[in-house]
């Protein structure tokens, strides 16, 4: 390598330096093109090596903007070279070097993927210089190309994605005010398994469930999105209670296959007739009961998590006595376990209901949003959990 990075007198402000690997095996021709780099004006560090086996542990592990490859090296010739180099470094820009007699060398070599050739014998430094910067802008605008379609890709199926876990309520002739809200842990990364759902079924009553899929990522996302689905049939089609928590589960363990996923949930039967809302937890904590007084968990009995121990099939269930009109809010672990504002301490049930008695009067889409935006204030980017977040209101308000 030609030591620190080279410095002309006419380089031109602003110029990047360009970190280019020559793979040659003519001692000569290297030469040659290392004084017309040197005439070229571009600053640079040059590695040379005589064969692409030489050149693996470069590529491995030294970042390198351009390669300029001789096509007649000792262990690879022609457009193999070309495929070579390219599955070993794919983001880099890959100029070839021909010689007088290969007419046709050079396209050939660029329709296997290389950005630009040059015949040896007439390359000029002004000509290199123009050669080695529109290969790299190519590249990185090629590079730049593909990942912004992957996000767009990923963006798209993340929103797919999104919609199952987050699904619109079905409501006839209810009169519960359904607020509901989703959000990923992370910034641009797949969703996580939580998932919720609300449906008013043919007896009148509303029936509510919220769920978190261990682990984050597209399995997650997807044994959510299948648990949400089949949570919705199964209800409409009259399964209630353990009944239904037993299909749920035998539909997770199916779907999980050889992951080790496991998934909490709570079942909500609202009655608002008899006053009266029925819940089976399995795996997962309490609501929070709001009504004029204030805001409270629920006392309730606790079933095992889905996928934990398939053959109990015990989720006990508690009867809540409901006001006139309140609240009850369903939701994930996200809410509770992010930081409280110190360097150690986590929220927790306490310190959310702390939080909520400090919150001004609002109507109940505006409450859950001022909710995740104060406990996210507080952890201050701490915590990376996805959040479910699902809130029933009756009555008079």
Same mark, same amino acid.
């Given at each position: ?5 080279? !410095?002309?007198? /006419?380089?031109?402000?602003?110029? *990047? ?9 003519? $001692?000569? /021709? ?8 040197? /005439?070229?004006? &571009?600053?640079?560090?040059l590695?040379t ?15 390198? +903007? ?7 090296? *000792? ?11 390219r ?13 007088l ?9 660029m329709?296997a ?47 797919? &994605? $999104? ?9 006839d002739?209810s ?14 990364? &797949? #969703?996580?398994?939580d998932?919720?759902?609300?449906? $008013? ?17 597209? +399995?997650a ?9 089949? %949570? ?29 996923l ?13 006053? !009266?809302? !029925?819940l ?14 204030? !805001?409270q $968990? ?8 889905l ?7 015990? %989720? *006990? ?9 309140g ?5 994930? /672990? ?22 909520i ?5 609002? +109507? ?24 479910a977040? #699902?809130?029933?209101? %009756?009555?008079?308000?």
């Open positions: 390598m030609t030591g620190s990075p080279t !410095t002309l007198p /006419d380089a031109r402000p602003g110029e *990047p330096v360009y970190r280019i690997l020559l793979i040659e095996d003519d $001692e000569g /021709d290297t030469l040659i093109v290392e004084e017309l780099l040197h /005439d070229t004006g &571009l600053r640079f560090e590695t090596r005589p064969s692409l086996a030489d050149a693996r542990a470069d590529l491995a592990t030294d970042p390198v +903007d351009c390669i300029l490859l001789d096509l007649h090296l *000792p262990d690879v010739s022609g457009t193999a070279a070309v495929t070579t180099v599955s070993l470094a794919p983001q880099t820009a890959v100029i070839v070097l021909t010689g007699s290969e007419a046709q060398a050079g396209p050939e070599a329709a993927g290389a950005q630009d050739y040059l015949v040896k014998g007439k390359v000029e430094a002004e000509l290199l210089r123009r050669t080695v910067r529109y290969a790299v802008y190519r590249s990185k605008t090629e590079r730049a190309g593909a990942e912004a379609q992957a996000a767009r890709l990923r963006a798209g199926e993340n929103a797919r &994605l $999104e919609r199952g876990l987050l699904p619109q309520p079905i409501l002739t009169t519960v005010r359904v607020t509901s809200r989703y959000l990923p842990g992370r910034e641009l990364a &797949l #969703l996580g398994g998932f919720l759902d609300v449906v $008013e079924c043919d007896d009148g009553l509303l029936r509510a469930v919220v769920g978190d899929v261990s682990g984050h990522g597209p +399995d996302a997807a044994l959510g999105v299948c648990l949400r689905i089949a %949570w919705r049939s199964l209800v409409l089609g009259g399964h209630r209670g353990p009944d239904l928590l037993h299909l749920m589960e035998r539909i997770l363990v199916a779907e999980r296959g050889d992951h080790p496991f998934a909490t949930c709570a079942l909500l039967t609202l009655d608002e007739k008899a006053r !009266t809302a !029925t089976h937890l399995a795996g997962h904590h309490e609501p929070l009961l709001t009504t004029r007084e204030g !805001t $968990e629920v006392s309730a009995a606790h079933g095992i998590a996928g934990i121990a398939p053959d109990q099939r015990h %989720w *006990p269930a508690t009867v809540i006595p409901l006001p006139a009109d609240a009850l809010t369903l939701y994930t /672990d996200g809410l509770t376990e992010g930081h409280n504002g110190t360097v150690d301490g986590r929220l927790g049930v306490e310190g959310l209901l702390a939080l008695e400090q919150l001004p009067p609002a +109507d109940p889409a505006t409450h859950v949003d001022r909710l995740i935006k104060e406990t996210h204030a507080l952890n201050a980017g701490r915590h990376s959990d996805d959040l977040v #699902l809130r029933l209101d %009756w009555g008079v308000g």
